[in-house]
C-alpha cells in the first residue's frame, strides 16, 4: 500500500471515530427517553456489540434489564429476537426443528428445518439461568462461531449478531448456575444496582402516566459492521497489550506473577480470552471518547466486567467472605 493511501485510510479512520462518537450521542439520547440512569451500563452494552462480543446482564428482578435491552433495540434498525428461558424449554427451541412437510400435488413427505429464535441480529436471552445447562449449552456454538448446527446441516448466521442476556443471581431459587464455559462466551457481565432516590423518583413519574416514548432509529447493520471493523483497526501501543496480558496472567494462581491473595482465593483465574477482550474493550473505550489510540487506563476501566466472571474462587474465598469482584479491584490497586 502506497504512502498517500496510508494516509487515506488513516484520515477516514479519524471521520469514522468521530462519527461514531455523534452516533453513540444519539444512540444515548434515545434510551434515556426510557431508561433514567444506567449510563455507564448503556456504555459498557455498546462496547460489547462494538468489540463483537456478548455481554450477561446480572441483576434482581425489577431493575429493568429487560426493557434496557429492548429499547437499545429498538434504537438499532437490527431484527430482534426474545427468548424466554424457562426451565422446561429444550435447545431445539431455540435453534429451531425440523418438520415433516407433505407436497400437495405429489403426496411426497419430506423434512423442512424450521429457524428458530436464535436467527436474528439482537438476541435477547431473558433470565438465561433459569434454564438447565443442556438447554444453555445451545448457545455456545452461535456465540462463539456464529453459526448454528442442527438437522445434519450447518447455518451461518446474518451479521451483526450479539447475544444480550440477564440473568438473577445465583443466589435467587429455581436458577441454575451458568456452566464456565458459557460464562467464557461472554465479553462483560455487568451488575446492575438500584436507582438512587432521585432516579426511582423519576422512574415513577415517567412510567406511571399516559405518555409512552417514541424511539428513533440511530443505527441500522451496515453502521454496526463498519464500527466493528472501525474498532478493529484503532492502533495499540505494545505497552498496553503488555499490560492486558500481565493483568490476566496475575489472576491464575499457578503463575509466578500472581500476587499471594490470588494464590489463596483462587482455583481458576482467566484464560487468553479475557486478554483479547481486554484489548478489545480498550479500543472501543477510546474510539467512544474520540480519541484515536487506547492507554493503559481504558484497559483498566474494563477490566472488572472482562475478569470477574472468569475467576473461579475456592473454599478460602468463601470462609473469608471474598468473591471474584473484590480480587479484581485488589489487582487493579496502585
Known amino acids: 500500500m502506497s504512502q498517500e493511501s496510508n494516509k487515506q485510510g488513516k484520515a477516514s479512520d479519524v471521520d469514522g471515530i468521530s462519527r461514531l462518537n455523534r452516533s453513540f450521542g444519539e444512540l444515548r439520547q434515545e434510551v434515556a427517553k426510557v431508561i433514567i440512569g444506567q449510563d455507564e451500563i448503556v456504555k459498557q452494552i455498546f462496547l460489547t456489540i462494538l468489540s463483537r462480543g456478548h455481554c450477561?446482564?446480572?441483576?434482581?428482578?425489577?431493575?429493568?434489564?429487560?426493557?434496557?435491552?429492548?429499547?437499545?433495540?429498538?434504537?438499532?434498525?437490527?431484527?430482534?429476537?426474545?427468548?424466554?428461558?424457562?426451565?422446561?424449554?429444550?435447545?431445539?427451541?431455540?435453534?429451531?426443528?425440523?418438520?415433516?412437510?407433505?407436497?400437495?400435488?405429489?403426496?411426497?413427505?419430506?423434512f423442512r428445518f424450521v429457524k428458530g429464535p436464535l436467527f436474528g441480529n439482537i438476541i435477547l436471552a431473558d433470565?438465561?439461568?433459569?434454564?438447565?445447562?443442556?438447554?444453555?449449552?445451545?448457545?455456545?456454538?452461535?456465540?462463539?462461531?456464529?453459526?448454528?448446527?442442527?438437522?445434519?446441516?450447518?447455518?451461518?448466521?446474518?451479521?451483526?449478531?450479539?447475544?444480550?442476556?440477564?440473568?438473577?443471581?445465583?443466589?435467587?431459587?429455581?436458577?441454575?448456575?451458568?456452566?464456565?464455559?458459557?460464562?467464557?462466551?461472554?465479553?462483560?457481565?455487568l451488575?446492575?444496582?438500584?436507582p438512587s432516590f432521585d432516579e426511582e423518583v423519576r422512574i415513577v413519574q415517567s412510567t406511571t402516566g399516559h405518555h409512552v416514548p417514541s424511539i428513533n432509529k440511530v443505527l441500522a447493520g451496515s453502521d454496526i459492521l463498519y464500527f466493528q471493523d472501525l474498532v478493529r483497526?484503532?492502533?495499540?501501543?505494545?505497552?498496553?497489550?503488555?499490560?492486558a496480558v500481565e493483568l490476566a496472567n496475575r489472576t491464575r494462581p499457578q503463575n509466578g506473577s500472581a500476587p499471594d491473595f490470588v494464590k489463596q482465593f483462587v482455583s481458576y483465574g482467566a484464560?487468553?480470552?479475557?486478554?483479547?477482550?481486554?484489548?478489545?474493550?480498550?479500543?472501543?473505550?477510546a474510539a467512544l471518547e474520540n480519541r484515536l489510540s487506547p492507554d493503559v487506563d481504558d484497559v483498566r476501566r474494563t477490566a472488572l466486567?472482562?475478569?470477574?466472571?472468569?475467576?473461579?474462587?475456592?473454599?478460602?474465598?468463601?470462609?473469608?467472605?471474598?468473591?471474584?469482584?473484590?480480587?479484581?479491584?485488589?489487582?487493579?490497586?496502585?
Do not use: C
Open 56 to 110: 450477561l446482564l446480572v441483576g434482581v428482578p425489577g431493575l429493568a434489564k429487560t426493557l434496557l435491552v429492548r429499547t437499545l433495540a429498538d434504537a438499532l434498525n437490527l431484527r430482534f429476537s426474545r427468548i424466554q428461558f424457562t426451565p422446561d424449554l429444550m435447545p431445539s427451541d431455540i435453534t429451531g426443528t425440523e418438520i415433516i412437510e407433505e407436497n400437495v400435488k405429489t403426496g411426497e413427505r419430506s
Open 127 to 189: 433470565e438465561i439461568n433459569r434454564t438447565p445447562p443442556k438447554t444453555q449449552s445451545a448457545l455456545l456454538e452461535a456465540m462463539q462461531e456464529y453459526r448454528v448446527t442442527a438437522a445434519g446441516q450447518t447455518f451461518q448466521l446474518e451479521q451483526p449478531f450479539f447475544v444480550l442476556a440477564t440473568q438473577n443471581p445465583i443466589e435467587q431459587e429455581g436458577t441454575y448456575p451458568l456452566p464456565e464455559a458459557q460464562l467464557d462466551r461472554f465479553m462483560f457481565n
Open 191 to 194: 451488575w446492575l444496582d438500584y
Open 233 to 243: 483497526r484503532v492502533p495499540v501501543a505494545d505497552s498496553v497489550v503488555k499490560y
Open 271 to 285: 484464560g487468553p480470552r479475557a486478554s483479547q477482550y481486554l484489548i478489545l474493550a480498550a479500543k472501543a473505550y
Open 305 to 334: 466486567p472482562v475478569l470477574r466472571h472468569r475467576i473461579i474462587t475456592n473454599f478460602n474465598a468463601e470462609a473469608e467472605n471474598t468473591n471474584s469482584t473484590e480480587i479484581v479491584r485488589r489487582l487493579l490497586e496502585p
